[in-house]
């Protein structure tokens, strides 16, 4: 018996290092029943491994801490990998959109830092992402927010999917012919 839950315990130990993870929103809410009122927490959490995956869930329950866990727990099992150019910004400039919610993410030369409002911010650093300007219009909700920069990073590909995708070789898709696939992150400067 001790044994096991070392072992899940052990499992867990594991888990926790390779995720970085950010509280976004929390909510309290109500539901009127014949006593009375019962009280509720919905948490928004933004998980990420800082190295271009990143996730968000939502949770709700009637303690702030069991909502927090469930949250983690969804933004895990919805994450998504986004390709970074020197590990560090975007590739090209991008718009999303959920709802009523737009942003706009542009690259950033180094040394820029993160220039994003909350939720976007959250999710940028746990990407990884250490230069960036991104701008949000429409709706401030932000469930709306980290949707709306979701879409606009899948949106994203990098030079290696490009060509991929167009049968063509990455030193032709960044306009210099001698450049190999092992020296594109130093190509890309612009």
Known sequence: MAREDNRRGGRDRDEN???????????RVSKTVKGGKRFGFAALVVVGDQKGR???GKGKAREVPEAIRKATESAK?????????EGRTLHHDMQGRHGAGKVVMRTAPQGTG???GGPMRAVFEMLGIQ???????????????IRATLDGLTKESSPRQVAQRRGKKV????????????????????
């Open 17 to 27: 290092p390779e995720f970085a993870d950010r509280l976004v929103a929390i909510n």
């Open 54 to 56: 990143v996730g968000f």
């Open 77 to 85: 099992r919805s994450m998504i990998r986004v390709p970074l150019r």
């Open 114 to 116: 993160i220039i994003a």
């Open 131 to 145: 230069d960036v300007v991104a701008k949000s219009t429409g709706s401030q909700n932000p469930y709306n927010m």
């Open 171 to 190: 030193g032709d898709i960044l306009g210099n012919p001698d450049a190999a696939p092992a020296d594109v992150e130093e190509t890309v400067e612009a």
